[in-house]
């Protein structure tokens, strides 16, 4: 059998070897074409034999294990009473088929057994999912299982995410050094300053140039990334996920299953990797645009916060009706004591006070007026003041005598414990066989602190929890769709991304803020996922105040809705929005399948996004004024991704009035104009002045 294994897609390759009886990483990154001398190539990656190491060439294999003199740091960390800790892994199987290659692996002295598979998707994004198994006799203690990349010696720069509440997706550069960058999450859930993905770029690396390589885990627990430089000169990047002491231990014959990595290479700049992990998601049959259309969506929640009278509601669905909305949301309040944030959550029935005749009348009032329904529960959490924690104090996660402090006035529920498991799907379950139900809004609205189960650490077992539940709900109500929030953007990640159809972006609900959490977050999730609501003019979050113009272009670019009291609106706001929710609807189609670009070489104090379809027939693009533009004339906005070949017809779209406008006449393109992609590639077009935190639309049509 051939000993190279080259998975191969129209941008990617992957070469492995089973050389020396391993498996080993020889080559990730841009597509290489046919590999005709195995020989040859086996001897290209052949790293010789230095002084000053041990006396035999050191090729890490994918285990990177200690034992053949490699002093990185090891994919896998454990021991059986403290023996047993250092395992050199010998393969025992390998079937290799289409774009799939599989591997067993043995090490008979630490008695553990390793599965890896790897699959190169059509899309570019690499999988791998890997596990242990216990083979000896003896329980074993697995203390992590990291999934290692090979990087080339050329990269430079990493980028990565941090956040907090209400500002999550703060893109952080770093120059690669020797040594390890590590990102670790320690929440218990994936978390604000969670980096949903890891990036690793040669130097100047844009949206539109350079390569990128990256790795996302599929998993909302906590986890790692790292990128790793030896004094060897070699750099790799890694991820897994983050055991706490004593998390896992494998009884014998037991399997360890480790949060598979989605990976992908480009080198077209960030925008080529953000189109290798959207193709990657929407391949999937149960990707949610290929179930149904995005509806257009109102929250309540703030609008009424946690006042549930029927007059109101009704009032919001008479406005919102008017204006085109298609999903009424009804957030949190609906429960059993739950007049505020202090009392209810883990007693989900219909609250016999706020709401006496049940949901019914307002699910039926959502009906006649065309929309469909959709509630919030926070499956996870208990307060104390509720009849769950009252006969079951010790469903929480704690360890010991020790209670955790609160948040939000509320604990974490152990999923893990089948009982408390039991329970909350029964309940949930109740609820959606009661009520016409098409949506939950999943909530998480607190960090996980000493999250133990009888003594143990259990975030590893309710994050599984966590998935079992909402795959137990979909499979006893297919169609259901499921949003993850965690205080806005806490639970986004590629685990989530995975088991659920929305994520529900910020609680930032602001238009300048939106603009960069939208830009970074969209790195690596696709907008039809990424819940987008036109907010109040003031919002809540920063005091900022914004032209209707500014927040409806920003909610445009993802699943677009409102979140905003909408009964104080003037009959011209809801003219104007009535227009908007009419162009998300005819244009979602391209809005949620094409391509996602965003424009170098632009004023800093501007942004250019963009969503071409995948034919290059039709764009559509905004820029967003975010600051005021340093220059009389800012420069020109160039608008990637067209067929240079192709004429196309360009058109300004505005939505609530003009965006504030400092100069007139405008440029003249405004007006319309006909001109190739490859004009608007180059040139482009120099923006009309326009206020700071205003944006505009750009549509751009193939002429017939
Ligand atoms: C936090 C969420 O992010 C909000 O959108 C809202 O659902 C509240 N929780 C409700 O308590």
Redesign the pocket.
């Known amino acids: 059998m051939s000993r190279l294994v080259h998975l191969q897609s129209s941008t990617v390759s992957v070469v492995l070897s089973t050389n020396r009886n391993t498996l080993s990483l020889l080559y990730w990154g841009s597509a290489l074409g046919e590999i005709s001398n195995e020989q040859d190539f086996l001897a290209i990656a052949d790293d010789g034999q230095s002084w000053g190491v041990v006396d035999q060439p050191v090729h890490p294999s994918f285990w990177r294990e200690g034992a053949d003199g490699f002093h990185g740091e090891p994919a896998l960390a454990g021991h059986r009473g403290r023996k047993d800790w250092s395992p050199k892994f010998t393969l025992t199987k390998v079937a290799h088929e289409d774009q799939t290659l599989s591997i067993e692996a043995n090490d008979e002295q630490t008695g553990l057994q390793a599965h890896v598979t790897l699959t190169l998707d059509a899309s570019g994004v690499l999988y791998v999912g890997q596990s242990i198994t216990n083979t000896g006799s003896a329980p074993y203690t697995l203390d992590g299982l990291m999934t290692w990349l090979p990087l080339p010696d050329r990269v430079s720069e990493i980028l990565d995410f941090t956040g907090r509440w209400i500002k999550e997706r703060q893109p952080q550069r770093t120059p690669i050094n020797v040594g390890t960058w590590t990102r670790a999450v320690r929440e218990g859930r994936s978390g604000h300053e969670h980096t949903i993905v890891q990036l690793a770029m040669t130097e100047g690396t844009s949206f539109q140039q350079g390569e990128a390589w990256s790795v996302g885990l599929l998993w909302s627990g906590n986890g790692r990334y790292s990128v790793e430089r030896t004094s060897m000169g070699r750099t790799s990047i890694g991820a897994g996920g983050l055991l706490l002491p004593g998390e896992v231990e494998l009884a014998a014959g037991e399997t360890f299953h480790a949060p598979s990595i989605g990976a992908a290479y480009s080198d077209a700049g960030f925008d080529g990797i953000t189109d290798a992990y959207n193709s990657w998601f929407r391949s999937r049959p149960e990707h949610p645009t290929n179930i149904r259309p995005r509806p257009l969506t109102l929250?309540v929640?703030?609008a009424v916060w946690f006042d549930h009278r029927i007059e109101r509601l009704n009032e919001l669905m008479d406005v919102a009706q008017e204006i085109g909305v298609e999903r009424f949301v009804l957030?949190?309040?609906w429960f059993h004591l739950r007049r505020d944030?202090y009392a209810g959550l883990g007693d989900w029935w219909v609250d016999p006070v706020v709401w006496p005749q049940g949901l019914g009348e307002l699910i039926a009032g959502v009906k006649a007026r065309g929309m469909e329904f959709g509630l919030?529960f926070?499956p996870e959490m208990v307060n104390a003041d509720s009849d769950l924690f009252r006969e079951h104090p010790d469903w929480i996660l704690h360890v010991g005598e020790r209670t955790p402090p609160e948040q939000?006035h509320q604990q974490v529920l152990n999923l893990a414990n089948p009982q408390a498991f039991q329970y909350v799907f029964d309940q949930m379950n109740a609820i959606l066989n009661e009520y016409d139900i098409s949506y939950i809004?999943w909530?998480h609205?607190r960090v996980l602190v000493e999250p133990g189960y009888d003594g143990a650490p259990a975030v590893r077992a309710q994050t599984w929890a966590f998935y079992e539940l909402v795959r137990a709900l979909k499979a006893t109500h297919p169609g259901l769709e499921i949003e993850s929030?965690?205080?806005?953007g806490?639970r986004i990640d590629f685990g989530a991304a995975m088991a659920c159809d929305r994520f529900?972006t910020s609680?930032c609900n602001e238009a300048l803020e939106r603009q960069h959490i939208q830009r970074w977050t969209g790195i690596g999730i696709p907008p039809e996922m990424l819940g987008t609501h036109i907010g109040p003019p003031k919002a809540h979050s920063t005091g900022r105040t914004h032209s209707l113009g500014f927040r409806a272009t920003t909610a445009l670019f993802g699943h677009a809705g409102l979140?905003w009291d909408i009964t104080e609106t003037t009959a011209e706001e809801r003219i104007a929005l009535r227009a908007w929710a009419d162009y998300y609807k005819a244009n979602r189609d391209l809005l949620h399948s094409g391509k996602v670009v965003r424009a170098d070489g632009i004023d800093a104090s501007a942004y250019v996004h963009g969503v071409v379809a995948q034919d290059q027939s039709r764009a559509i693009y905004s820029y967003a004024q975010l600051t005021p533009a340093g220059a009389v004339k800012p420069s020109n906005f160039l608008l990637p991704g067209l067929d240079p070949k192709r004429t196309y017809q360009v058109r300004r779209v505005e939505f609530g009035g003009s965006a504030g406008v400092l100069e007139n006449p405008a440029p003249a393109w405004v007006d319309g104009v006909e001109v190739t992609g490859k004009v608007l590639a180059e040139l482009g077009l120099r923006p009309q002045r326009i206020y700071p935190e205003n944006a505009f639309v750009i549509e751009v049509t193939a002429a017939p």
Do not use: T, V
């Open positions: 929250n929640w703030e957030d949190d309040g944030d919030w926070e939000r809004k909530d609205n929030c965690a205080s806005g806490g529900w609680d979140e």
